[in-house]
């Protein structure tokens, strides 16, 4: 019996994010008859006891700033010992950053490397103008925006690019948990809106979280029954300061009492169940937005901004909206045609839900993933024999 292939995957942060969870989807779902995984986080956090806990092989190697030369060249040795240990036949690597370390000590280990660019390439990514440089035997986009981003930006990198969309376990969003329900209802007091509107992200700039508030200002003076509700944070050691003016703003705006911070949440089943539609208000193209999924899982109308990624998933009118970025009377105008016609809620949330049962599953980019797979590690045993 052949025995699995060893793959590796390199991520960069502990927590979850949108990259996160459809690296989590995939190393969950992949066929360990053929393929056996290990994850290796760079930064400890919560998200790698989720992982572990789900009965994933993990590796922590946490590191320190890039920019010391003498402790990134003791992390990427340590990979590369950790590669061949493991005998990989393949490594890949989330993000640009990941990339700078997986992808050196796959090369230095004289493994093949693929780097999975979750975010849309731009001039201004200095670390992704460095990957690219990398040798890689593919580059994963998890949408066609990103793909033309990609191009536009690099030219033609050399490494095959391929595109894969994210997709969700549609039957966790579908059954809510009863009890957490509950509770996270209890510990909000969302009881005391008649509706309520949810988004749910990282909070860093880009993210477009002060253009939904403004909008919340302008909803809130026609429909007073209306809460709103950001679930997120900073990632781990950043010192941006924009939660802290997000909070200043909400207090200018005069919404202390209609906006709940609710902080990184893993119930993200029962915030879905409980909002009334989804906004993702994000004010630079984002290559995908899993969190659009899982809220058109949820069976939830989502209103997108009409940037990168989210033109894939969002079909305006059927299963959504679509405002044009940073356009605060927009995005409030969106909001409030939805919430005051509840049929079309309801019918748009079925139709996103059917969409997503047909396009964006977890089992489809499972096996389409698997297929790459297939694909490269049989062009590489070509090239050994």
Not at 83 to 112: C, D, K, M, N, T
Not at 145 to 174: N, T, Y
Not at 317 to 331: F, N, Q, Y
């Amino acid at each position: 019996m052949r025995r699995p292939s060893s793959i590796i995957f390199v991520l960069p942060v502990g927590e979850r994010g949108g990259a996160e969870s459809v690296f989590f989807e995939i190393v969950r779902g992949l066929d360990r008859a053929r393929f056996a995984p290990l994850v290796v986080f760079l930064r400890d956090g919560p998200f790698v006891r989720e992982v572990q806990d789900a009965g994933i092989p993990v590796h922590l190697r946490p590191i320190t700033r890039l920019r010391d030369p003498f402790n990134y060249g003791r992390a990427v040795e340590a990979l590369r010992r950790v590669f061949l240990r493991q005998e990989a036949r393949l490594v890949i690597s989330s993000h640009g950053y990941g990339h700078l370390y997986g992808g050196v000590a796959a090369w230095l280990a004289r493994l093949p490397a693929v780097w999975w660019q979750h975010g849309i390439a731009s001039a201004e990514h200095h670390l992704d103008r460095v990957a690219v440089r990398i040798p890689a035997r593919g580059i994963i986009v998890s949408s066609f925006a990103a793909a033309e981003a990609h191009r536009r930006v690099f030219g033609a990198s050399g490494a095959p690019l391929r595109v894969i969309h994210p997709g969700v376990d549609v039957e966790r969003f579908r059954s809510p948990n009863p009890e957490r329900l509950a509770r996270i209802r209890e510990e909000w007091r969302v009881d005391r809106f008649r509706y309520l509107v949810s988004a749910i992200g990282r909070l860093e700039p880009g993210k477009g979280y002060d253009c939904f508030l403004h909008a919340a200002r302008l909803l809130g003076a026609e429909m007073p029954d209306v809460g709103f509700l950001i679930v997120g944070g900073e990632m781990e050691g950043a010192r941006s300061g924009y939660a802290a003016s997000l909070r200043g703003l909400v207090a200018a705006l005069g919404l202390n009492e209609r906006v709940i911070f609710a902080g990184f949440r893993r119930e993200i089943p029962e915030v879905l169940a409980m909002s009334h539609l989804l906004v993702h208000a994000a004010t630079r193209p984002e290559s995908f937005g899993v969190v659009l999924c899982e809220a058109m899982a949820a069976g939830r109308p989502v209103i997108a901004t009409d940037l990168g990624g989210a033109r894939e998933i969002v079909v305006p009118g059927e299963t959504g909206l679509l405002v044009p970025p940073g356009d605060p009377p927009a995005l409030a105008e969106a909001m409030g045609l939805l919430l005051r016609d509840g049929a079309r809620r309801r019918m748009m949330g079925e139709a996103a839900r059917a969409r997503v049962r047909m396009r964006f599953t977890a089992r489809r980019m499972v096996a389409h993933f698997e297929q790459f797979l297939d694909e490269l590690l049989v062009k590489l045993q070509g090239h050994l024999a």
